[in-house]
């Protein structure tokens, strides 16, 4: 066997390793991640999944037991309606809802056929419409995750600095073909654990922009359709890589707006009204109201209901969407509540007051599985359909959870109409009555 030279061994792999360093500098085979540069001056907001406050949900201890009182158990935004969201420890309430709530909102530009065509064989006119799209058309952004990053005054990067503004930052499944699909499979599981998939991702500025950054971004204003209320918002949609609508599944035009803070949806319908409140309730893209409060022992006690199979035999509180889960409280006895508060436990100081407004409506949205975007045929909507027909507003429809509007003294300063909420706070229910659900209708 002729003799191994290991000092010509080791030259070689020097010189390539010389010679490739500046080339993968320069031309990185797997681009590098956004969050790696934001975590030089920015901080994550919320708990990570390991660590949810919902990894007890299940347990026995959170019925109602004597001597114990009712308090928050998990607190929930969601940055763009419809896709994952972020559990936070405590946030800010303000008029329109939990703070960074509903913000951004996915639609598609679709065709609506005019009453402008002259006979047969002419093309029917039609008009272009960007329509909202949410998990009840688009299972799959169930595996859209969402993370807010927020400026660290603790954090300075040397070639950065001080970064102001906050960003959102969008991840969702994505491989490409090939060796370069490959390789960034390898790259996620090295850098993510064996269980993880390549994701593709994008960035979008947390705040509103100002008008420059419009400008200097293209953004541009344009209507969008919720259910039947038209709202003006801004279309950033040239933010968004191709391979999301493939993944998604979008036939049409795939855009992204976020809500105008000077142009927001007021609320009417079963809200308080401006001579109560000294302020119409307002909502940036929620469904109808600025909060959702759920209650674990009322959806265990669903969960009793529905016909289990393999694909669903329990029933994660993550299906409804909720803002506030509250633990605790007896099943569905949130269902006549009218106002309600929390405070910090031992104290007598009111943190949080909320004016009950209405029931939750369900529709079949709950039956896609929050972790895997894979939509059940029947449960729990038939359940729901079936055991909690309750609201004569709302006939041959299920009710889980309720509506809340924030209440706040009548004041002028911006600073005096918010308030705080946090993981912990015992609840009080203040008033109870009967409810009605009010249908949305064009305005």
Not at 88 to 113: C, N, W, Y
Request: contains cysteine; hydrophobic residues 35%; glycine residues 6%.
């Amino acid at each position: 066997m002729a003799h191994l030279d290991y000092s010509a061994v080791f030259l070689v792999v020097v010189t390539v390793i010389v010679f490739f360093v500046p080339v993968f500098i320069l031309f990185p085979p797997i681009p590098v991640d956004h969050s790696d540069a934001l975590r030089q001056t920015h901080s994550k907001l919320g708990r990570p999944l390991r660590e949810s406050n919902l990894r007890s949900q299940y347990d026995k201890r959170h019925q109602p037991q004597p001597g114990k009182t009712p308090k928050i158990e998990s607190l929930h935004i969601y940055p763009i309606k419809s896709c994952r969201g972020i559990e936070v420890d405590k946030t800010r309430i303000l008029p329109t809802g939990l703070e960074h709530d509903r913000l951004f909102m996915f639609a598609q530009l679709t065709s609506k056929a005019t009453s402008n065509s002259t006979g047969k064989g002419d093309e029917a006119a039609s008009s272009r419409v960007w329509e909202f799209l949410t998990l009840r058309q688009l299972p799959l952004l169930a595996n859209v995750k969402v993370d807010i990053w927020l400026p660290d005054p603790n954090k300075k990067s040397r070639q950065l600095g001080y970064l102001e503004g906050g960003f959102v930052l969008v991840r969702f499944p994505w491989q490409d073909k090939g060796l370069r699909g490959f390789a960034q499979l390898v790259a996620a599981k090295f850098s993510r654990g064996l269980s993880a998939v390549s994701e593709k991702e994008f960035v979008l500025p947390l705040e509103f922009p100002s008008k420059e950054e419009i400008t200097a971004r293209g953004y541009e204003f344009a209507n969008v359709k919720i259910w039947v209320d038209i709202a003006n918002a801004l279309n950033m949609s040239r933010e968004l890589p191709p391979e999301l609508a493939t993944y998604l599944g979008v036939k049409n035009r795939l855009g992204i707006f976020r809500s105008d803070p000077f142009n927001r949806r007021v609320v009417f319908r079963c809200a308080p009204r401006k001579e109560t409140l000294g302020y119409q309730t307002e909502v940036d893209f929620h469904d109808a109201y600025p909060v959702h409060l759920l209650n674990l022992t009322s959806i265990r006690a669903l969960e009793s209901k529905i016909q289990k199979d393999k694909q669903i035999d329990r029933l994660d509180a993550r299906r409804f969407r909720g803002n506030i889960i509250i633990s605790g409280v007896k099943d569905y006895d949130e269902d006549d509540w009218r106002r309600i508060k929390f405070k910090s436990p031992g104290t007598t100081k009111t943190l949080s007051t909320f004016d009950v407004s209405c029931r939750t409506v369900r529709c079949k949205l709950p039956n896609v599985d929050p972790a895997t975007g894979i939509r059940h045929k029947v449960e729990p909507d038939h359940a729901l359909r079936k055991y909690r027909d309750i609201d004569a507003g709302a006939p041959k429809m299920g009710c889980l959870g309720m509506q809340l509007c924030p209440i706040f003294p009548k004041s002028d300063i911006p600073e005096q109409l918010e308030s705080m909420l946090e993981v912990g706070m015992e609840l009080d229910v203040l008033e109870r009555g009967s409810h009605l659900y009010i249908k949305q209708s064009a305005r």
